[in-house]
């Protein structure tokens, strides 16, 4: 054991690229393909800029990390990102960007204006009009995401035409790159480190927060940023699905269910679905029969996938969850995930009609989800498997295997 100073210089476990070779991604190539796809939305659109605040969008744009979890609920670093010229960030905390691409900006959030919000997007209203004279756009059109109403009510005053800066930057995402999938395996493969170190010190008495440090130390460790929840539950508590990682000690018997959604290493998504079982014990036949009943939903909407399949045609000959299933049914059956859960998001035919139409192209990258758990009883079962769209159907990118003595 050793001491608590050697703790984490002695582990051997963390850094992945120990054991396994990671990929030689070409930076370059990666940046280049992501500005093309931005560019290409804006001028499908005729959008003179777009202004950007959601860290997903700043990490896309411009591979700007810092402070991400802080500015996505305190907003106030926010770039300039023009279809001609050079772009500009705001309030970056970043003292290595070059001078040229950074300038002191408004306040965006309470945080930083308080009540005096709405004379700041005045001025931030002009800091863009000023900024489409100083680039020469012929266009008056600006993508602005996620921000104040009255950020939108100064610039139409100016008569710049303000339209959602997500349908640019949601839909230059949907399409990933070779460079892009290799981070996305990268990623994959951190989380599945981590996965592995749960299965590994799963057993009584250890509690459940405890098991989910090991996936986000594996993360850390390995340069990635962090998760969107902290979806671990065990026993009880997996049923009904949605319940955070508690202090709850997990007993023999138990189911161990968890999602990763982590946003690892290169700022790519790892989104994989596994339940445990809890050793020594025998599991029961109702446990075996919920777990196989969510690899077979897991199954049937994997075959469905290829490219040119249409939304409403996968919702349609979707798995028919029994009923007894559907009130504590995971939201969606299938999602989009890149650098985060991404579009499209589609539902059960249960859940209602879906709310747009489009189709599987190559090169998404999607997760099929299941959840089955009946009201009022102990048990749930979660998987989730991430796949890529390829020419001729699908490609596993998870590889990490079902759970020995449920799934048999």
């Not at 005045?122 to 012929?138: H, N, P, R, V």
């Not at 909407?301 to 040119?308: C, E, H, M, S, V």
Request: with cysteine; hydrophobic share 40%; proline share 6%.
């Amino acid at each position: 054991m050793p001491t608590p100073d050697r703790l984490v210089i002695d582990e051997n476990w963390s850094d992945l690229e120990r054991v396994r070779e990671k990929p030689d991604v070409d930076l370059e190539r990666l940046h280049a393909y992501r500005t093309a796809r931005l560019m290409e939305e804006m001028k499908q659109r005729d959008i003179a800029l777009c202004v950007m605040v959601s860290p997903i969008s700043l990490r896309y744009a411009i591979n700007y990390r810092n402070y991400a979890a802080f500015i996505s609920h305190i907003p106030c670093t926010y770039l300039f990102y023009p279809v001609e010229g050079e772009f500009v960030l705001h309030n970056g905390f970043d003292p290595a960007l070059p001078d040229r691409n950074k300038r002191k900006g408004r306040a965006i959030s309470y945080f930083y204006g308080g009540e005096n919000l709405e004379r700041s997007a005045q001025l931030l209203a002009k800091d863009i009009a000023d900024f489409l004279t100083e680039i020469g756009a012929s266009s008056r059109k600006v993508a602005v995401e996620y921000v104040n109403p009255s950020i939108t009510l100064a610039l139409a005053r100016l008569d710049i035409e303000v339209v959602d800066g997500v349908l640019v930057t949601e839909r230059a995402r949907l399409i990933k790159s070779k460079e892009e999938i290799d981070c996305i395996r990268w990623a994959v493969a951190v989380a599945e480190l981590g996965m592995s170190k749960v299965r590994e010190a799963l057993r009584p008495g250890v509690t459940e927060l405890q098991l989910w440090g090991l996936l986000n130390y594996a993360n850390l460790a390995n340069n990635g940023d962090w998760h969107d929840g902290r979806m671990l539950a065990s026993g009880p508590r997996t049923n009904p699905w949605f319940q955070e990682a508690s202090e709850r000690k997990v007993e023999s018997g138990d189911l161990v269910a968890f999602d990763t959604d982590m946003i690892g290493p290169m700022g790519y998504f790892a989104d994989v679905s596994r339940t445990f079982f809890c050793w020594p014990g025998k599991p029961t036949r109702r446990q075996k029969h919920l777990y196989r009943m969510a690899m077979e939903e897991i199954d049937h909407n994997l075959a469905l996938i290829r490219p040119g399949v249409r939304f409403s045609e996968l919702q349609e000959a979707a798995y028919p969850v029994p009923e007894e299933f559907q009130a504590g049914a995971y939201p969606c059956f299938l999602h989009g995930v890149g650098m985060c859960d991404e579009y499209p998001h589609l539902q059960s035919r249960f859940r209602g009609t879906l709310p747009y139409e489009d189709a599987l192209e190559a090169g998404m990258v999607l997760c099929i989800e299941s959840y089955m758990g009946a009201q009022g009883e102990t048990d749930g079962v979660k998987l989730e498997q991430q796949i890529v769209v390829t020419p001729s159907g699908y490609e596993l990118l998870t590889a990490f295997p079902y759970e020995d003595g449920l799934a048999d």
